[in-house]
């Protein structure tokens, strides 16, 4: 325990580091300009809403708003304690089909404040500050591993954290500041499976196998992926990314690289379960075998890898599936065909992510069980009972 609490913060450290290394930015990744709108001065805050008024409509020509007189009261930062009158836009569509919810008296928002070079300050509303409830769900996510999984829940919380840490700090720091997208990417898979499966279970050939084979089924997963993309020539660049990358003024992204990175963080999780599944099943197989062969040994694993892979590509499927329904049934209700809705770049990139993902996983479970048989090829003999056996004496285990 004392090896992994070390580790831990070794790896905190690690992390440190690396989110404060600054790298050179390629031109395929990251660009900066200067702002073109160098006078106007943009102050992100938070505030309270201490009035609303009514709800009423806006028409600025051919478009109509809804929105939401409320007034607000900053609560950080230079204009913090001053108070603006101004409208919450509750409309998400042109034509009012998609309504937010309206604001209360109490509520925390998010900001923009912007004052101009004649000293002229706005406030605008943008949208409720979820942080706080976000942070109360995962307490209570906490807890419940916590209560229900006891010293295995706080071991499982630990691994968490380095993933939550690694995908922040290598991963999206990495990228971010100029590293390639593609060893970034599998950079940060390695350690989250090394230092998630030591903490789970230390140091043995189980572990190892587990690791290995997950690593090995991300990696064809990535493969996959990065063919069917460029045979499919998907760009990566979706809807909120197209909308985005207007606004971006810093920096430019290598969004067809962003796929890989995507489908592998995305099916990181289940290789591991599958991975984790197989290793600790075919351990538990020769601990309670005298006499097993490694061809045995991968038998038994890819038996038991028949079962795990119908349920855990059925989740990746699933769970990709549940992220584009809302957009599956809007084109639906634009009475588009389904040859024309697949063939829709944000939707097949949906599929082949979750076709990428769950062969990520399918291809663990021979990787693992090989892995696994290998390292475990030599027989070892237990003998529970010696053949020279005293009386009062206990039993020799050679």
Not at 8 to 28: C, P, R, S, V
Not at 75 to 94: A, H, P, Q, R
Not at 244 to 259: C, D, E, Q, V, Y
Request: hydrophobic share 50%; proline share 1%.
């Amino acid at each position: 325990m004392k090896k992994i609490i070390i580790s831990f913060f070794m790896l905190i450290i690690l992390f440190q580091i690396i989110g404060n290394t600054k790298l050179y930015a390629t031109d395929e990744q990251a660009i900066l300009v200067e702002n073109e709108d160098a006078n106007t001065v943009r102050i992100q805050t938070t505030a309270r809403v201490i009035e609303v008024g009514e709800v009423k409509k806006i028409e600025t020509g051919s478009i109509i708003d809804t929105v939401q007189e409320v007034k607000i009261e900053i609560l950080e930062g230079v204009y913090e304690k001053e108070e603006f009158m101004t409208n919450y836009n509750l409309s998400f569509d042109i034509e009012g089909k998609i309504s937010g919810y309206e604001l209360d008296e109490g509520d925390k928002v998010t900001v923009e404040i912007v004052e101009d070079e004649n000293g002229n300050v706005v406030a605008t509303v943008q949208e409720p500050d979820r942080k706080n409830y976000i942070i109360l769900m995962m307490i209570l996510f906490l807890l419940s591993i916590i209560l229900v999984g006891g010293k295995q829940g706080i071991k499982a919380i630990m691994g968490l954290l380095i993933t939550v840490l690694a995908v922040y700090f290598i991963l999206i720091k990495g990228i971010y500041t100029g590293y390639h997208v593609i060893w970034t990417t599998l950079v940060t898979a390695g350690i989250i499976i090394g230092f998630t499966f030591v903490i789970i279970g230390g140091f043995s050939k189980k572990i190892l196998s587990a690791a290995l084979g997950t690593l090995g089924g991300i990696i064809s997963s990535g493969i996959v992926a990065i063919i069917f993309a460029h045979l499919a020539k998907l760009s990566g660049a979706c809807e909120e990314a197209v909308q985005l990358s207007i606004s971006m003024t810093t920096i430019n992204f290598n969004f067809r690289a962003l796929i890989f990175a995507g489908i592998v963080i995305a099916a990181l999780g289940a290789c591991m379960d599958v991975g984790m599944s197989i290793a600790s099943s075919l351990d538990e197989i020769k601990n309670k075998t005298k006499d097993i062969s490694w061809k045995e040994l991968f038998k038994s694993g890819m038996n038991i890898g028949k079962d795990v892979i119908g349920t855990m590509t059925n989740t990746l499927i699933l769970a990709y599936v549940g992220g584009a329904l809302t957009l599956i049934l809007l084109f639906l209700a634009c009475d588009m065909g389904m040859s024309e809705i697949l063939n829709k770049e944000t939707i097949a990139e949906e599929l082949i992510s979750a076709i990428a993902g769950s062969m990520g996983v399918v291809f663990t479970v021979p990787i693992t069980a090989f892995i696994y048989a290998i390292l475990n090829r030599r027989k070892t003999v237990y003998k529970t009972v010696s053949d020279n056996k005293l009386d009062g004496n206990r039993s020799l285990k050679l």
